[in-house]
């Protein structure tokens, strides 16, 4: 939908505004009138552009799961008239469900691999039928990890004090498989105890299959909060923690005398029994590892033991483990009733993907190579227009090696490639900002293969992700990368120095991914961006704003293909308790049934970029580097990204992060000409005059929430005055781009 007329816009704006609730006297009345500073942009036209965009394609945003009734909610024609009209064009599916360890129904009609007992392996159906409106998150009964990235609301089977139930890895790593020796593939648990302890003994009551080879060790070293941390030390083998034949059912084994004081242990299994549990008929219960129960603890003189495990069937009842993969299998019974996600008939009839095309997930850690090749038939045979598909989602903040993942990509690549192997494939959504600081080195996986921490730190999860590709010669099977873009976890920290050292750290993390070895011709994609991950006030204020305009124009100096704007559809503000703090990525504030309060700063700064610094449609645009005069720091106060459209406009997008000094700017080119950007023109500028946020806990949202200031501008030289925290957008004649 193209944009409103501006006198609508206004009205509906006002309409918001007469409904709000008194909130009383607003904390501040109107700033003086705030100092200001001159400054010039030269625009580089000697260099040439910097990127060349579409915006229909570059500019985007994500949809996502939710609580369950919460599409029919969304997917409203007054909601969506709402949220196609910021203008961002592209559209990305985000799956809830890989993060949830969760297998995705992404069609409620299909077939199990063991029908009779309604259970197995899920394969979604993939002819069309009914439109799909909801679909839904299958929890894996036999599940390992006690926490997950989601709501977290399992639990580990390895410790919830039921024999009957077991973890079991993924039998889609046996050889069978990957085509690969099992030696190449090593699964894991590892226990997380809290504190140091004495250990002396392991109790593993083993299921079907067990594993005949497998040795048991303990962390030496600095103890992090998380094993996905990055701590000085190595994992040391029990000087008894070494089997080369075992066998099943109850085993204690005794692993050191005296005992050893420790925090993490982790138990290495190399070969399976491949014997399947009684009953079984699919091969796949063949494949793998299983084990029901893990105890550690100390075993006294008298023969007495001592556990240090908690069991019980809740994350906040048991000691936290953690394990290399799980197995896909799940029951009818498993659905998991609280979440959903939108039907992807909903998603592609919903007029946000703007009949143009789209980019849909894939599950990898937690599905099938049948369903994912089933649901790209659907896809293809309800005649949805595709650009890419993400294949998995977040996998690095999962616990998961990079080998692993990479034999499971590979698979369903192969999948998908049967339906169509002209596609696109890609991924996997990095969780992890890709700063040098935290190269993606995760104590739980790291020297599997012996080597020590230190020297894994030199082979990021990136890096061997890479690799594992490039050996087996399946390089172009990964066509794009996609990262997560939420920089800033410590929201509690003041937010203007974290809003001036955005922009580099973007440039950092690009840096890093390349020197990981992305190569410089792999198109990269924002598949989520935001201030944060956590709720902060920053969200849904005019800093949102601010940071949402940089990132976004940063990126594509960087040579980005393409961002996707999080907190497309309306949602309430979210607590966070560490510092009394209620925000959410969102483009409209609302109440607890989605129903819209008022569109969020973040709203009026994407219309911004997408209706009025780009041209709206399939032109293509050619992107300048703009340097700010005088210049000599780092971390700028005032960005500038530049444009030269297809209307042979030039504009300008202009980010002034100075909270209390305005800028006055003018516009040079640098070239042979010297010219500078003269009218006729206009200016769009968004700042406090437009967007005052009150925060009142649940309730907030803001008292001010104005579109941009439009200001027609003569012909001549333009100057333009940016308010203190603004974001504008400047258009005027220059020379030829």
């Known amino acids: 939908m193209r944009s409103l007329p501006r006198l609508i816009l206004t009205l509906a704006t006002m309409a918001i505004l007469v409904t709000l609730p008194p909130w009383g006297r607003l904390q501040a009345q109107e700033a003086a009138i705030p100092p200001v500073f001159s400054a010039t942009v030269v625009v580089d036209l000697a260099a040439g552009p910097v990127n060349r965009f579409i915006p229909a394609r570059a500019l985007g945003a994500g949809v996502d799961g939710h609580s369950r009734g919460d599409s029919?909610?969304?997917?409203?024609?007054?909601?969506?008239?709402?949220?196609?009209?910021?203008?961002?064009?592209?559209?990305?599916?985000?799956?809830?469900?890989?993060?949830?360890?969760?297998?995705?129904?992404?069609?409620?009609?299909?077939?199990?691999?063991?029908?009779?007992?309604?259970?197995?392996?899920?394969?979604?159906?993939?002819?069309?039928?009914?439109?799909?409106?909801?679909?839904?998150?299958?929890?894996?009964?036999?599940?390992?990890?006690?926490?997950?990235?989601?709501?977290?609301?399992?639990?580990?089977?390895?410790?919830?004090?039921?024999?009957?139930?077991?973890?079991?890895?993924?039998?889609?790593?046996?050889?069978?498989?990957?085509?690969?020796?099992?030696?190449?593939?090593?699964?894991?648990?590892?226990?997380?105890?809290?504190?140091?302890?004495?250990?002396?003994?392991?109790?593993?009551?083993?299921?079907?299959p067990f594993a005949t080879r497998y040795r048991v060790e303990y962390w030496e070293g600095e103890n992090p909060r998380d094993p996905d941390e990055f701590p000085e030390g190595r994992w040391q083998p029990f000087p008894q923690g070494m089997v080369d034949d075992g066998y099943g059912g109850d085993i204690t084994l005794r692993l050191a005398a005296p005992p050893v004081t420790l925090q993490y242990l982790r138990v290495v299994l190399q070969t399976s029994s491949n014997t399947p549990q009684p009953g079984a008929t699919d091969p796949r219960d063949r494949l793998g590892f299983a084990v029901r129960?893990?105890?550690?603890?100390?075993?006294?003189?008298?023969?007495?033991?001592?556990?240090?495990?908690?069991?019980?069937?809740?994350?906040?009842?048991?000691?936290?483990?953690?394990?290399?993969?799980?197995?896909?299998?799940?029951?009818?019974?498993?659905?998991?009733?609280?979440?959903?996600?939108?039907?992807?008939?909903?998603?592609?009839?919903?007029?946000?993907?703007?009949?143009?095309?789209?980019?849909?997930?894939?599950?990898?850690?937690?599905?099938?190579?049948?369903?994912?090749?089933?649901?790209?038939?659907?896809?293809?045979?309800?005649?949805?227009?595709?650009?890419?598909?993400?294949?998995?989602?977040?996998?690095?903040?999962?616990?998961?090696?990079?080998?692993?993942?990479?034999?499971?990509?590979?698979?369903?690549?192969?999948?998908?490639?049967?339906?169509?192997?002209?596609?696109?494939?890609?991924?996997?959504?990095?969780?992890?900002?890709?700063?040098?600081?935290?190269?993606?080195?995760?104590?739980?996986?790291?020297?599997?293969?012996?080597?020590?921490?230190e020297e894994a730190a030199e082979r990021p999860w990136l890096t061997r992700f890479l690799d594992y590709l490039k050996v087996r010669g399946r390089s172009a099977d990964f066509a794009f990368l996609s990262f997560e873009w939420y920089p800033f976890d410590a929201i509690c920290e003041p937010s203007q120095p974290q809003l001036l050292a955005a922009p580099q750290l973007l440039a950092e993390g690009i840096t890093t991914l390349h020197q990981q070895g992305v190569p410089p011709e792999l198109p990269l994609l924002i598949s989520e961006y935001g201030y944060s991950a956590f709720a902060t006030q920053a969200e849904v204020d005019l800093r949102g704003a601010l940071f949402n305009a940089d990132a976004v124009g940063r990126f594509l100096t960087l040579g980005g293909a393409a961002a996707y704007l999080y907190g497309y559809e309306p949602s309430p503000v979210e607590h966070q308790p560490s510092c009394d703090n209620w925000g959410n990525n969102t483009l409209f504030v609302s109440d607890q049934r989605r129903r819209i309060r008022a569109p969020t700063a973040t709203y009026h700064g994407a219309r911004l970029l997408a209706q009025q610094w780009v041209l709206p449609g399939d032109g293509a645009h050619r992107l300048y580097r703009a340097q700010v005069e005088p210049d000599g720091k780092t971390e700028q106060p005032l960005s500038a990204y530049a444009v030269y459209r297809p209307d042979s406009r030039w504009a300008l997008l202009l980010v002034n992060k100075d909270p209390a000094v305005a800028r006055e700017i003018t516009v040079h080119f640098a070239g042979p000409d010297g010219e500078s950007l003269r009218g006729p023109g206009e200016l769009f500028r968004f700042s406090a005059a437009q967007y005052v946020w009150q925060a009142d806990g649940p309730n907030g949202r803001p008292v001010r929430s104005l579109p941009a200031e439009h200001t027609l501008l003569p012909e001549g030289p333009i100057t333009v005055n940016l308010p203190p925290w603004s974001v504008s957008v400047v258009r005027g004649i220059g020379p030829p781009g």
């Open 72 to 208: 029919d909610a969304i997917y409203r024609p007054k909601v969506l008239r709402a949220m196609a009209g910021v203008g961002l064009r592209s559209l990305t599916y985000r799956l809830r469900t890989e993060l949830g360890i969760e297998a995705w129904h992404w069609n409620p009609r299909g077939h199990w691999s063991d029908p009779r007992h309604r259970q197995g392996y899920w394969t979604s159906d993939d002819h069309p039928g009914a439109p799909i409106r909801v679909s839904y998150g299958y929890r894996l009964p036999r599940r390992g990890n006690t926490i997950d990235q989601a709501d977290n609301e399992g639990y580990s089977r390895l410790d919830d004090g039921d024999p009957t139930t077991c973890w079991k890895s993924n039998p889609y790593l046996d050889k069978q498989y990957t085509g690969e020796d099992n030696s190449r593939h090593p699964q894991w648990l590892l226990a997380d105890l809290g504190e140091p302890m004495a250990v002396d003994t392991l109790r593993l009551v083993w299921g079907e």
């Open 293 to 453: 129960e893990v105890s550690i603890g100390v075993t006294q003189p008298d023969g007495a033991f001592t556990d240090a495990v908690r069991h019980g069937r809740s994350r906040t009842s048991q000691t936290r483990f953690f394990v290399s993969s799980t197995d896909p299998w799940h029951r009818a019974r498993d659905l998991n009733p609280a979440t959903e996600q939108p039907g992807v008939d909903r998603v592609f009839g919903s007029g946000l993907t703007h009949g143009l095309l789209a980019m849909i997930p894939v599950g990898v850690l937690y599905d099938t190579p049948a369903n994912g090749a089933a649901l790209l038939r659907y896809l293809h045979r309800r005649g949805y227009p595709l650009n890419r598909i993400e294949l998995g989602e977040e996998p690095d903040g999962q616990y998961v090696t990079p080998e692993d993942f990479g034999a499971l990509y590979l698979q369903m690549a192969d999948a998908l490639h049967t339906v169509d192997a002209t596609l696109p494939l890609g991924g996997p959504s990095l969780q992890n900002t890709p700063l040098e600081e935290f190269p993606q080195i995760m104590m739980a996986w790291t020297g599997l293969d012996g080597a020590a921490l």
